[in-house]
């Protein structure tokens, strides 16, 4: 079974903070990609990424970068972490081709104060 | 992107069938119908995907109506496990194309 690990499952931040989100998949996928969920909205993507050293935005990707210097790891940073940042993050990875299935991995939940 | 119309909640008893609907009329003839779900204080997970005929898997089968307009996934026998939050998503991705719109879903609950 594929395994997208995210290094923590609850983080507490202080605004202003720079703040990593990590994330590791052990099935050699090309795609990598970062949500975050929010009561209501649903899920919308920040980055994602088809390649090492590879990114793309995507919907809301004001107030975050990324990183993939290995294939199995795509970091999220928060820049300078606001309270409006507080959200659940979801880290997600898939092969190449059309129709292939995210596997997500169990969260983080991030709280800014 | 293709809209969806998903029932808010809906409800079963243990070991009986589940079919949830998806309405999904502005498809476009390339999209795959993609199934996620979402249990308690977890990711999604992939459920089951196509794009014309009907598809089986260990987890469920999906129905695919003529015009594929609407959908039904359906869960032979329903478990407690099976509570979660059930996302229908009509898109055509893969590759360096990774935008998966999640909307609101359907809130299963299992009764015993």
């Known amino acids: 079974d594929v395994k997208v690990t995210q290094s923590s499952r609850y983080l507490v931040k202080r605004t202003g903070e720079k703040v990593f989100l990590e994330c590791v998949q052990d099935?050699?996928?090309?795609?990598m990609f970062w949500y975050r969920q929010d009561p209501g909205l649903g899920l919308r993507l920040i980055y994602f990424?088809?390649?090492?050293?590879?990114?793309e935005k995507g919907d809301i990707p004001e107030g975050y970068s990324v990183s993939r210097e290995k294939k199995e790891r795509f970091s999220l940073i928060l820049e300078s972490a606001s309270t409006n940042q507080t959200s659940m993050y979801l880290c997600?990875?898939?092969?190449?081709?059309?129709?292939?299935?995210?596997?997500f991995g169990n969260g983080t939940r991030l709280t800014v104060t | 992107d293709a809209k969806t119309t998903q029932p808010n909640s809906m409800e079963s008893n243990e070991e009986e069938p589940v079919h949830l609907p998806c309405n999904h009329s502005t498809i476009s003839g390339t999209d795959y119908i993609h199934w996620y779900r979402q249990l308690p204080s977890q990711g999604p997970e992939y459920v089951i995907h196509g794009l014309t005929s009907n598809v089986n898997n260990r987890m469920a089968s999906l129905a695919i109506a003529e015009d594929r307009k609407s959908s039904t996934l359906i869960l032979h026998r329903a478990t407690l496990r099976d509570a979660a939050v059930y996302y229908c998503i009509p898109g055509n991705y893969g590759g360096s194309q990774g935008n998966l719109i999640f909307g609101k879903g359907t809130k299963l609950s299992v009764k015993p």
């Open positions: 099935m050699d996928h090309e795609n």
């Open positions: 990424s088809y390649d090492v050293k590879m990114k």
């Open positions: 997600a990875s898939s092969p190449p081709g059309y129709g292939s299935p995210l596997h």
